[in-house]
Structure formats: structure tokens, C-alpha cells
């Protein structure tokens, strides 16, 4: 399997541009996907983890998108509870590859839109019920932002990342707030 980052933009690259741009070279994968999209600072992966869990207690079958991954590049995508069949990761990395290599050098992805994009191609062909949506940094303009989400959750807010989502709470906040779109639910922990 080729490595994803040897053909992405280096880096964090805050921004939604180039991830639109992908998802309309691919079809638009997240069309049809139901997202619960979580940010915050502290407790997004194990939210994550927990309404994934619900979820399939209540019968339904997840995606789980989490990043960064610990071991294997699996861990970040799951249906159903488990990680990706490396069968079906390469079948979908095949034509996100293709895509890619196409792509003018500054339109190309980084790593972790890639690895959203390949996200979102997984649970297309899985036909998940839901998607547990995390963010990877910030809000607003991370790349997990292409999504119309059916709920949003909000974890808790600390300082980390200052140098990119601005200093103080306030700053924070409003980048992590910026997941929230006009008429979807949202449930926060208190903030301070």
C-alpha cells in the first residue's frame, strides 16, 4: 500500500478550500452520511467512543472517524465497532490516490484531509447508519467542517493549540463552535 503522505501537502493547513475541492473530484462521499460531529479540546475521542458504543447497543451501525491513530492507521476508521478491513481501506484508497496525484500541488490535500476524505468513502460503501464525526483540530476550518451534521457535540474547552485557534477561551471557543450550523441540535459541556 502506497503511504498516503507521500503525496499530500506537508503539514497543518487550516482551511476548507482544498477540501471541498477533493470531495467534489470524488463525488461528493459525503452526501447521504448522517455525522454527529464533535469538537472540543478534552474528552472528543472517548464522546466519540461512547455514542459509538450507544449506537450500535441500540442496533445500528456506526463509522467511527478518529485521529491521531496510535498503532495501525485503521484505528482511525471503524463500522460496526471494528476497524476497517485493510481489503476495503485499500479499495477505497485506490481511487483517493488516483484523485490525488491529479490534483495541481496547491490544491492537494494534507494527511488529515486525505484521511478524511478516505473517511468518508469507507462509510459510503459500509452504508452506515451514522457517522461519529471528530474533529481533528479546531472547528471551523478543520476539515471535518464539509459535513451537514444531525447533531453536534461540544466537549470541553482548554488552551491547547493557541498558536492556531487564537489565545483565550473566547478565541477557542468560536473556532470549536464553528461546527455548529443553523437548526441542528447541539449538546455542549459547560464551558468556561
Request: proline share 7%.
Amino acid at each position: 500500500m502506497v503511504r498516503l503522505e507521500t503525496v499530500c501537502a506537508a503539514g497543518i493547513q487550516p482551511g476548507l478550500r482544498r477540501m471541498r475541492r477533493l470531495l467534489q473530484r470524488l463525488g461528493h462521499p459525503e452526501r447521504g452520511l448522517n455525522f454527529i460531529h464533535i469538537a472540543g479540546t478534552n474528552g472528543k475521542g472517548s464522546t466519540a467512543a461512547a455514542v459509538d458504543s450507544i449506537l450500535r447497543a441500540a442496533g445500528f451501525t456506526p463509522g467511527l472517524y478518529t485521529s491521531p491513530h496510535l498503532v495501525d492507521f485503521r484505528e482511525r476508521f471503524r463500522v460496526g465497532g471494528r476497524p476497517v478491513d485493510p481489503s476495503v481501506l485499500e479499495r477505497e484508497l485506490r481511487p483517493l490516490l488516483r484523485h490525488i496525484r491529479r490534483m495541481p500541488a496547491a490544491d492537494r490535500p494534507t494527511f488529515f484531509e486525505a484521511a478524511t476524505a478516505l473517511a468518508l468513502g469507507i462509510f459510503r460503501a459500509a452504508r452506515v447508519d451514522f457517522v461519529v464525526w471528530e474533529t481533528g483540530l479546531g472547528g471551523r476550518l478543520d476539515a471535518t467542517n464539509v459535513v451537514k451534521p444531525e447533531l453536534c457535540l461540544l466537549t470541553s474547552l482548554g488552551r491547547d493549540h493557541e498558536e492556531i485557534l487564537g489565545s483565550g477561551f473566547g478565541r477557542i471557543g468560536r473556532e470549536k463552535a464553528g461546527i455548529l450550523k443553523r437548526g441542528v441540535p447541539v449538546f455542549s459541556a459547560p464551558w468556561p
